[in-house]
Structures are given as structure tokens and as C-alpha cells.
């Protein structure tokens, strides 16, 4: 299994200490429907994941509340005992019921818990990046997140936790939890349609925080664009590759983590966000999300 591969495309970023390629992998789309339940192809779900570290990915993104328990698990069987140059980013802060729900589970003893479990089901002493999930389905909600933040602080300060992360957060959440201890990364829903926070990415850049969206491709519908569809042709490239692409040449503290539970896939996400986009490129793309 590889160390850090010059051939994935938008070099590295630094969490905290840890060195991580700018191109990672997100395991959610490793569980069942509605990120319930296992896999319907177990074998080929343990194939991905060898071939991420085989292709040089470094970065994995998973929670315990994917099956639940069934990514890390999935992410244990393939890959551990893991390369050192591999650190994967777990989150916590919700739960699931029983009819695929999340929720809320951020009391102090809660995310213990869910630390805990995390370190069991990964199979690891130290989990290398924590992040406190906050809102809800539907997106960011105002509220305070000092105490929740403050308690995964607190096992990181039993050296349970490398590295503190927020996701689903309001950039008002994200300076208050930067109150409360250091912040390394934020991962929000952002891509070529969604704009919402390019004030935070442009900021966290300034600070050397890491911004990793999720729903990179536009959640569960696939971007749609005319703007998209004809730069897409100008590059004889297809769309989704050239959303990606356009994440790299954003901002270079982001981090993307597309995820697939199919080998080819992974192979044309690492490869379609290579492409190079010129600054007419990038002026047409610009005009997605803004309009």
C-alpha cells in the first residue's frame, strides 16, 4: 500500500500534523440504502477501498453512524493493519434509529460513547481527526455548540483524538468552536451550484483550515448545468469530472472525498479531477452558483 502518490491530482494538505492528499475518498456509499445496513456487494466494497490506498489516497472520511458501524468496519477488514501515511476522519454527534434517522447525540456522555465506539470499530488506539456534527438533515441550525465541542476538546486532551473538526456548521459555529480549542478542518455541503459558504472557505484559507465538502457532486442529484455541460464539452470530459476539478483550482485548503462503491469510479473521479481548467474555464464555471 502506497505513501503519499504524486500521481492524484491537487497535491497535499496539512491537518494538524498529519500530511494528507488533497484528493481523498468518502466511504458513506459503502452501506446500504439509505446508508443502512451493509453493503449488497461486500467483496467488491473492500475492493474500493485497497484500491483508494493503492491509487495513493491518504485521507478517508467515515462516521460510525454509515450502517450503522458498517464503514468502519468495511475500512478495518481492508485496510488495517493501516500505512502510516493513511489517516482516516470519523464524526460524531449524531446517532441512527431505526427508520434511518439521525439523531441528535452531542451530550458529553454521548460522544464519548460514540468515540469510543469509533476506536473500536476503526480497530486503532488514537482516531487521527474528530468532527462534531452539528444541525441536521436539512443543513446547519443555529445554536450553541461550546459545551459539545468542549467535551471531544477534553478527550482529545486525553489523547483519545488527534485532530477537531465541525461539520454541518454555520460559520458563526465554526468561530465559536475555534474558541474552545483548535479547528483543522470544516466540512459543510459545498460544490459548483451550492455557494453558501464561499466567504468561510475564503477565511479558513487565511488560517490554514482545511474546508472538505461533502455532496461534492451535488448530493443525491448529479449537478446540472448548461454552463457545466458546455465547458464539459469543451474539454470532452464529463460534468461531474469537471466539478470536481473545479473544487481543486477553488481554494487549496480544500479537500475533496468523493465517494463510490465501484472501483471504476474511483478511478474516473481521481482522474476527472485532474483536469485542468483554463481561466475561461473557471470564469464560466463561476457563473454556476452565483446566479
Do not use: C
Amino acid at each position: 500500500m502506497s505513501a503519499l502518490s504524486p500521481s492524484l491530482p491537487g497535491g497535499t494538505w496539512t491537518l494538524g500534523d498529519l500530511t494528507v492528499g488533497r484528493f481523498g475518498y468518502g466511504a458513506m456509499q459503502l452501506a446500504g440504502p439509505g446508508v443502512m445496513g451493509p453493503p449488497a456487494d461486500h467483496d467488491g466494497a473492500v475492493a474500493v477501498l485497497r484500491e483508494a490506498v493503492d491509487l495513493g489516497v491518504t485521507h478517508i472520511d467515515t462516521s460510525d453512524a454509515y450502517g450503522p458501524r458498517v464503514t468502519n468496519r468495511l475500512i478495518r477488514e481492508a485496510l488495517s493493519p493501516y500505512p502510516e501515511s493513511l489517516h482516516v476522519a470519523t464524526k460524531v454527534g449524531a446517532r441512527r434509529d431505526e427508520q434511518g434517522g439521525w439523531p441528535v447525540a452531542r451530550r458529553p456522555e454521548e460522544l464519548r460513547r460514540q468515540v469510543e465506539e469509533n476506536l473500536e470499530s476503526l480497530g486503532v488506539e488514537v482516531l487521527d481527526l474528530v468532527y462534531l456534527r452539528v444541525g441536521d438533515a436539512t443543513g446547519p441550525v443555529d445554536g450553541p455548540v461550546a459545551e459539545a465541542f468542549g467535551a471531544l476538546a477534553d478527550l482529545r486532551e486525553e489523547g483519545l483524538v488527534r485532530h477537531l473538526g465541525v461539520s454541518n456548521a454555520t460559520a458563526a459555529q465554526v468561530a465559536e468552536a475555534q474558541a474552545v480549542a483548535p479547528v483543522v478542518s470544516v466540512q459543510n455541503m459545498y460544490n459548483l451550484a451550492h455557494r453558501g459558504d464561499d466567504a468561510l472557505v475564503d477565511r479558513l484559507a487565511g488560517e490554514g483550515v482545511a474546508y472538505v465538502p461533502f455532496f461534492p457532486l451535488g448530493g443525491f442529484s448529479p449537478l446540472q448545468s448548461s454552463a457545466l455541460s458546455a465547458v464539459a464539452a469543451r474539454l470532452d470530459a464529463a460534468p461531474l469530472s469537471v466539478a470536481l476539478a473545479w473544487l481543486l483550482h477553488r481554494s487549496p485548503n480544500i479537500l475533496l472525498i468523493p465517494g463510490t462503491s465501484s472501483v471504476a469510479h474511483l478511478r474516473e473521479n481521481a482522474a476527472g479531477a485532474g483536469l485542468k481548467l483554463s481561466g475561461e474555464d473557471l470564469a464560466e464555471l463561476d457563473t454556476i452558483g452565483r446566479k
